[in-house]
């Protein structure tokens, strides 16, 4: 059977590391979220960083606008926060309502305060190699790789997904020559010809595609380490909820010949949280300097 990583308790070593550095900063530092509409999962998620943000002695501000709020709206927000001294880093919530263009306010969002790493500076800079907010997710499943001393150099890591947010940045950042990257890197999407023909080649293999257990056990090699981003409700009708959370991995038959595996819940998701922690404090700390 694999190893399980456990993505909930790496999570919480990086926020103990955290509240010790936040405990001697000059400054407290200040997270806005914006959190446009009423997305169920959406709101799970921007109270999850509340809570975890009040636990390190951070601040965290929520703004709560309506669905109907219009571009230039949320425009003048994001400009407000940006001028706030007081604020550090500034999240807007995704997905955002259909009449608000995604692309026009991550941009908005000052770079230096750019705590998801999706302005086009900071997405450029990580490209070419240079410091910058590394997207949160991405940086979790790095993080939870080196801290399992799961070896990435010289590791075929193929990734099935290439959105934005997931997907790009991770294939960016392990094909950098870097010690906790240098990898042979494939990314997957709906265009690949032959989806189990690569994934059974990867020594690492992470999902991110948004599909309930797309990845089955057969496509993946014996030996490989498998890190599951997918967070996918299914209804279960017997639950309190009506639905369950699952992956994009088949984690049973996976974990029957993997070496190792992340779970879902419990795995990608809190060490995303750890990290959108990490890059605020980084913020906080950056604005010290300027
Ligand atoms: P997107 O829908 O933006 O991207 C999905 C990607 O998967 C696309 O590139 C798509 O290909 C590819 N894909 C879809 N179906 C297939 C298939 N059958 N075969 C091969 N590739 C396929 O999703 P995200 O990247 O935003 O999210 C992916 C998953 O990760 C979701 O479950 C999401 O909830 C979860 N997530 C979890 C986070 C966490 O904190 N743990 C954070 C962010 C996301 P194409 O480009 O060709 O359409």
Do not use: W
């Not at 941009?107 to 305060?113: E, F, G, I, L």
């Not at 599951?228 to 209804?235: A, K, L, P, Q, T």
């Amino acid at each position: 059977m694999a190893n399980l990583i456990d993505g909930k308790k790496i999570a919480m070593d990086i926020q103990a590391e955290l509240k010790i550095i936040v405990k001697d900063l000059k400054v407290v530092p200040c997270l806005a979220v914006v959190l446009v509409g009423e997305n169920p999962a959406s709101q799970v998620y921007v109270r999850s960083k509340a809570r975890t943000a009040n636990d390190l002695g951070v601040k965290s501000e929520t703004i709560y606008l309506p669905k109907e709020t219009t571009e230039l709206e949320l425009l003048e927000q994001i400009s407000k926060l940006n001028n706030d001294d007081s604020v550090h880093a500034i999240l807007i919530q995704l997905p955002l309502p259909a009449q608000i263009k995604e692309g026009t306010i991550l941009n908005a969002v000052s770079p230096k305060k750019d705590v998801d790493g999706f302005h086009a500076v900071n997405r450029g800079k990580l490209l070419i190699g240079e410091d910058t907010f590394i997207p949160c997710t991405p940086a979790g499943v790095q993080e939870m790789l080196v801290r399992s001393h799961v070896e990435i150099p010289g590791k075929h890591v193929v990734i099935v997904g290439r959105s934005k947010i997931v997907g790009l940045p991770l294939a960016t950042m392990f094909a950098q020559k870097h010690k906790h990257a240098n990898a042979t890197v494939t990314v997957c999407h709906t265009g690949t010809a032959d989806l189990t023909a690569i994934t059974l080649q990867a020594d690492i293999l992470i999902a991110a595609i948004g599909k309930p257990e797309a990845i089955k056990g057969s496509m993946v090699k014996e030996g490989a380490v498998v890190i599951d981003v997918g967070i996918n409700r299914v209804e279960e009708p017997s639950s309190e909820k009506g639905y369950k959370l699952v992956g994009d991995v088949e984690f049973d038959e996976t974990a029957k010949h993997a070496s190792a595996i992340s779970p879902v819940p419990g795995g990608v998701g809190p060490m995303t949280i750890a990290m959108l922690m990490k890059n605020t404090v980084k913020a906080a700390q950056n604005s010290m300097r300027q």
